[in-house]
């Protein structure tokens, strides 16, 4: 009588991301933010403890990573909030006085300030007054960056009055967008949660030495 062999199914172990080395960024934010912890999974079904490991693994690492750089970045935000504060309010100061009066030397600065180079030809009074308006025009766009720094620095500030502190995905935008104009190229949610956090320190070293030498 042939003998029946029973054939058993081996169940492959789940693959999960657990460690910061190789999580994107942007599944990192849709997980501490949405609470997609399903992100996580590579390949299998692991169990809510299995999940639930991982992204504590996950969150230990990123924490021991950041260390008190959030800290830091807080301070160069202020700064920065500041800075492009008092450089949108002389731009608009610059703008308000030569619809009135022409003056060479506040032509130039407002060239620099607006990064353009408007040729402010006071004989063509409809295109100088046209450069004008384009100058306040992208002015705007300084507006925005104060608002999106000073929603960031909002949110930072909650958790040192005693609130739970849940980044916003702004909160990311926002430090990207300062990662992306440190470094000269866009740098998107692709990039590794690790990578992510040593650009942090790295743009919070050249902001040190950028305040550094402006005091020399």
Not at 118 to 130: L, M, T
């Amino acid at each position: 009588m042939p003998t029946t062999v029973t054939k058993k199914t081996m169940t492959s172990k789940p693959k999960l991301y657990n460690s910061i080395h190789n999580l994107p960024l942007g599944r990192f934010i849709d997980v501490l933010i949405d609470g997609e912890i399903a992100l996580l999974i590579i390949s299998g079904e692991p169990t809510e403890t299995e999940l639930a490991q991982a992204w504590n693994e996950i969150m230990e690492q990123y924490n021991e990573a950041m260390g008190s750089a959030e800290n830091q970045l807080l301070i160069s935000l202020y700064k920065g909030v500041e800075r492009t504060r008092i450089r949108l309010n002389t731009i608009l100061s610059l703008i308000d006085n030569l619809r009135s009066w022409y003056v060479k030397a506040w032509c130039d600065r407002l060239n620099e300030l607006s990064y353009t180079r408007f040729p402010f030809d006071i004989s063509v009074i409809d295109a100088y007054q046209g450069n004008l308006d384009s100058c306040a025009t992208r002015s705007k766009a300084l507006e925005v960056q104060i608002e999106l720094k000073s929603a960031t620095i909002a949110s930072m500030e909650a958790s040192k009055e005693g609130e739970t502190f849940k980044p916003t995905r702004e909160y990311f935008f926002q430090i990207l967008l300062n990662l992306s104009d440190h470094a000269g190229h866009e740098i998107s949610e692709e990039i590794g949660v690790l990578k992510f956090c040593l650009r942090v320190k790295r743009y919070i070293e050249y902001c040190k030495k950028l305040e550094t030498s402006k005091r020399k």
